[in-house]
Protein backbone atom coordinates (compact mmCIF):
# COMPACT_ATOMS: atom_id res chain seq x y z
CA UNK A 1 0.00 0.00 0.00
CA UNK A 2 2.79 2.31 0.85
CA UNK A 3 4.63 1.39 -2.36
CA UNK A 4 1.38 2.56 -4.32
CA UNK A 5 0.62 5.93 -2.10
CA UNK A 6 4.33 6.92 -3.29
CA UNK A 7 4.01 6.58 -6.74
CA UNK A 8 0.41 8.46 -6.48
CA UNK A 9 2.23 11.33 -4.81
CA UNK A 10 5.24 11.09 -7.08
CA UNK A 11 2.69 11.55 -10.14
CA UNK A 12 0.72 14.33 -8.40
CA UNK A 13 4.18 16.30 -8.03
CA UNK A 14 5.63 15.61 -11.74
CA UNK A 15 2.21 16.75 -13.12
CA UNK A 16 2.38 19.70 -10.75
CA UNK A 17 5.53 20.84 -12.31
CA UNK A 18 4.60 20.11 -15.94
CA UNK A 19 6.20 16.15 -15.91
CA UNK A 20 3.84 13.83 -17.60
CA UNK A 21 5.45 10.54 -17.72
CA UNK A 22 8.27 9.40 -15.08
CA UNK A 23 10.26 5.84 -15.60
CA UNK A 24 13.39 4.56 -14.98
CA UNK A 25 16.00 3.85 -17.59
CA UNK A 26 19.23 1.58 -16.38
CA UNK A 27 20.54 3.80 -13.70
CA UNK A 28 18.29 6.58 -14.99
CA UNK A 29 15.25 8.20 -13.53
CA UNK A 30 13.59 10.38 -16.69
CA UNK A 31 11.01 12.73 -16.62
CA UNK A 32 9.93 13.65 -19.42
CA UNK A 33 8.61 17.40 -20.18
CA UNK A 34 4.99 18.31 -20.91
CA UNK A 35 5.62 21.84 -22.88
CA UNK A 36 2.15 22.68 -22.63
CA UNK A 37 2.39 22.36 -18.63
CA UNK A 38 5.47 24.05 -17.67
CA UNK A 39 4.53 27.11 -16.18
CA UNK A 40 7.69 29.24 -16.06
CA UNK A 41 10.78 27.13 -17.66
CA UNK A 42 13.26 28.79 -16.69
CA UNK A 43 12.68 29.34 -12.99
CA UNK A 44 11.91 25.42 -13.60
CA UNK A 45 15.45 24.93 -14.86
CA UNK A 46 17.36 27.26 -12.35
CA UNK A 47 15.36 25.43 -9.58
CA UNK A 48 16.57 22.09 -10.52
CA UNK A 49 20.06 23.40 -10.25
CA UNK A 50 19.75 24.63 -7.12
CA UNK A 51 17.66 21.34 -6.07
CA UNK A 52 20.68 18.81 -7.22
CA UNK A 53 23.44 18.87 -9.16
CA UNK A 54 22.85 15.74 -10.41
CA UNK A 55 19.54 16.80 -11.78
CA UNK A 56 20.45 16.95 -15.97
CA UNK A 57 18.08 18.38 -18.54
CA UNK A 58 18.35 17.00 -22.13
CA UNK A 59 16.25 17.41 -25.01
CA UNK A 60 16.26 14.47 -27.34
CA UNK A 61 14.44 12.68 -27.77
CA UNK A 62 11.92 14.35 -26.19
CA UNK A 63 13.01 17.69 -23.17
CA UNK A 64 13.20 15.42 -19.88
CA UNK A 65 14.81 15.71 -16.79
CA UNK A 66 17.20 13.21 -15.78
CA UNK A 67 18.91 12.09 -12.63
CA UNK A 68 21.40 9.16 -12.67
CA UNK A 69 21.02 6.66 -9.32
CA UNK A 70 23.61 3.99 -10.39
CA UNK A 71 23.34 0.27 -9.04
CA UNK A 72 19.66 1.59 -7.14
CA UNK A 73 17.16 -0.50 -6.64
CA UNK A 74 13.33 -0.11 -7.72
CA UNK A 75 11.80 0.79 -4.07
CA UNK A 76 14.77 2.88 -3.07
CA UNK A 77 14.76 4.72 -6.33
CA UNK A 78 10.85 5.32 -5.79
CA UNK A 79 11.61 6.68 -2.05
CA UNK A 80 14.70 8.78 -3.68
CA UNK A 81 12.45 10.41 -6.20
CA UNK A 82 9.80 10.95 -3.81
CA UNK A 83 12.00 13.05 -1.71
CA UNK A 84 13.68 14.92 -4.93
CA UNK A 85 10.28 15.90 -6.14
CA UNK A 86 9.28 17.12 -2.77
CA UNK A 87 11.91 19.54 -2.26
CA UNK A 88 11.38 20.78 -5.83
CA UNK A 89 8.25 21.23 -5.55
CA UNK A 90 8.69 23.07 -2.53
CA UNK A 91 11.29 25.23 -4.13
CA UNK A 92 9.18 26.08 -6.98
CA UNK A 93 5.79 26.99 -4.51
CA UNK A 94 8.01 29.29 -2.87
CA UNK A 95 9.63 30.85 -5.99
CA UNK A 96 6.26 31.54 -7.14
CA UNK A 97 4.51 32.56 -4.04
CA UNK A 98 7.66 35.45 -3.78
CA UNK A 99 6.86 36.18 -7.80
CA UNK A 100 3.43 36.60 -6.81
CA UNK A 101 4.01 39.08 -3.87
CA UNK A 102 6.61 41.35 -5.86
CA UNK A 103 3.59 41.45 -8.67
CA UNK A 104 1.16 42.48 -6.02
CA UNK A 105 3.47 44.86 -4.68
CA UNK A 106 4.87 46.22 -7.48
CA UNK A 107 1.34 46.79 -9.44
CA UNK A 108 -0.31 50.11 -8.82
CA UNK A 109 -2.84 51.06 -6.45
CA UNK A 110 -6.24 51.40 -7.21
Known amino acids: VNTLLDVSQLRYLCNREGISQVSHR ?9 SNYVKDPLM ?25 FPGIKDREL ?7 MRV ?7 KRHA ?3 QAAASSPEE
Open 44 to 68: LLTTLRETDTRLQLVEKPYPAITMK
Open 26 to 34: GDNLVMRLD
Open 88 to 94: LSERMDA
Open 78 to 84: LVQSLRL
Open 99 to 101: QAE
